[in-house]
């Protein structure tokens, strides 16, 4: 079955840099990659994603690239604000339209 | 638009207890619903996926006596966790998927479920 890995586990950041967090799959027929946002005691939040025809998508300071050949995709956050500190976590798709979801990522980002 | 929303948001029960959880999509009609249980700082795992009007479909070793799943409706999921053990405790949060839109699945706000 599908193995969604991502990386780093945590990862802090200053107000103003960029993060950037990267996970790989392992099943060639996933074709639909998104990424939520999961703050303390909430729900996951769709924040951007992408499909396997698309190599980049962008939507004002949150961008995801996807690599086929390799199997992986990563998620970029420009000009980080304290409002971005929370769990990330990504997926890809599977058979019967479930979605196989990584271990997260816990963003901290430092004023 | 995507909205949905889960009832209640928490919920503390006694052991032996059933707890039923509602999931509704709030603008849009739901062709497939999914249940996930979520332990602290660990990631979604799915339970079971729920079409409607057929029965909902288990993950490998999820119960499905203890973990009542109805999808009656394009727009409401419920799960009935039965004879509820302090072990069930956790968050459960559900998902929509609305056809029209492909993969996309939008996600309730969770319900913390805690069993003494």
């Known amino acids: 079955g599908e193995n969604v890995e991502q990386h780093p586990s945590t990862l802090s950041v200053q107000e103003g840099d960029s993060a950037v967090i990267k996970c790989t799959y392992s099943?060639?027929?996933?074709?639909?990659f998104p990424w939520y946002k999961q703050e303390l005691g909430k729900g996951p939040q769709l924040i951007i994603d992408i499909r396997s025809n698309v190599g980049e998508k962008k939507d004002q300071r949150i961008a995801v690239t996807l690599n086929k050949t390799a199997k992986h995709f990563s998620l970029h956050i420009t000009e980080t604000q304290p409002e971005d500190s929370a769990v990330y976590f990504c997926?890809?798709?599977?058979?019967?339209?479930?979605?196989?979801f990584g271990k997260g990522n816990q963003v901290v980002v430092i004023p | 638009g995507a909205v949905v929303s889960q009832h209640p948001s928490r919920v503390i029960c006694k052991s032996g207890t059933s707890v039923k959880i509602e999931c509704r999509s709030l603008?849009?009609?739901?062709?497939?619903m999914f249940w996930y249980r979520q332990f602290p700082k660990q990631s979604l795992m799915l339970m079971a996926t729920s079409n409607e009007g057929s029965k909902a479909t288990y993950e490998q070793g999820v119960e499905k006596d203890k973990f009542l799943i109805n999808h009656a409706s394009l727009t409401l999921s419920t799960l009935t966790v039965t004879s509820a053990h302090p072990e069930d405790s956790s968050f459960y949060i559900c998902?929509?998927?609305?056809?029209?839109?492909?993969?996309?699945?939008?996600f309730g706000p969770g319900t913390r479920l805690t069993v003494l």
């Open positions: 998902s929509a998927r609305d056809a029209t839109r492909g993969n996309e699945q939008f």
């Open positions: 997926a890809a798709s599977i058979e019967n339209n479930r979605l196989a």
């Open positions: 099943d060639s027929a996933s074709n639909y």
């Open positions: 603008d849009f009609q739901a062709t497939t």
